[in-house]
């Protein structure tokens, strides 16, 4: 019986298909099918990331607000700070 290693995306990982893997990585890829790496922009450049200090009040208000708009942390930030800038 050959050797089970578990599952991966509900696959059966066995030795037959590392074995396959690992011939198919010895021949190279195609890039053009692979998928992009990492999150996807949200505007014409690459995001930058700024860390923001809140208090227990502020950010029990931020999450109630993302859970009530059924949207991230991020998108109630990024919506107040272009309200309060006027951008």
């Known amino acids: 019986m050959p050797e089970s290693y578990g599952t991966s995306g509900g696959v ?33 450049a690459a995001a930058k990331v700024t860390q923001v200090r809140l208090p227990p009040d502020l950010s029990a208000a931020l999450a109630q607000r993302a859970a009530r708009d059924h949207t991230g942390l991020s998108e109630v930030i990024r919506k107040a700070l272009r309200a309060y800038l006027k951008v």
Request: no cysteine; charged share 35%.
């Open 12 to 44: 059966e990982v066995t030795d037959a298909l590392i074995e396959r893997l690992a011939d198919e990585a010895e021949l190279g890829f195609d890039h053009a099918k692979l998928h992009p790496r990492g999150r996807p922009p949200i505007g014409a």
